[in-house]
């Protein structure tokens, strides 16, 4: 039953930070089993699954543990963790909460390097003039993708 609302939990997760509006923070999608059909389960439900087809657990909890946690323990999680991030994994700035990213990977680059426009100087100027966001300029930048390759509506 744990592993099932785990599932459930994760599958809210990945709804909520797709389809959620930007505008409208307390409209979520909240998993009911109830709500999708009359039986004990529900017709469908989405998980993450590792090479082999088992169901990447790690993953899962790290994402919910992550999800849940306040913006404060989430911006220090990151910069001083001792836990190995899992990759990809799904992240939403502190500066912008309902933008939501797949990340692959660190990019080999920091806040100090050229911006690849020349509006900016560097990603340090970028952040600073755009978001109001002071960084760290030795910072580690990493390689993600808005999520805009998940379907648009139902």
Not at 92 to 115: C, E, H, L, M, R
């Amino acid at each position: 039953e744990t592993q099932w609302k785990n599932l459930a939990l994760f599958h809210s997760i990945l709804f909520n930070v797709r389809w959620r509006r930007k505008r409208k923070a307390s409209t979520v999608f909240c998993f009911d089993e109830s709500h999708f059909c009359d039986k004990p389960f529900p017709c469908y439900i989405v998980g993450c699954l590792q090479k082999d087809n088992s169901i990447d657990w790690p993953r899962i909890l790290s994402l919910i543990r992550h999800y849940l946690s306040p913006p404060e323990a989430k911006q220090d999680a990151v910069q001083n963790s001792k836990e190995k991030i899992l990759f990809p994994t799904i992240w939403a700035p502190t500066y912008a909460p309902n933008v939501t990213y797949i990340v692959y990977g660190p990019a080999g680059k920091t806040f100090q390097n050229s911006f690849p426009s020349k509006e900016y100087s560097s990603y340090l100027e970028y952040y600073a003039t755009k978001y109001c966001v002071d960084v760290d300029p030795l910072g580690e930048m990493f390689s993600a993708r808005r999520m805009f390759d998940f379907p648009q509506s139902f």
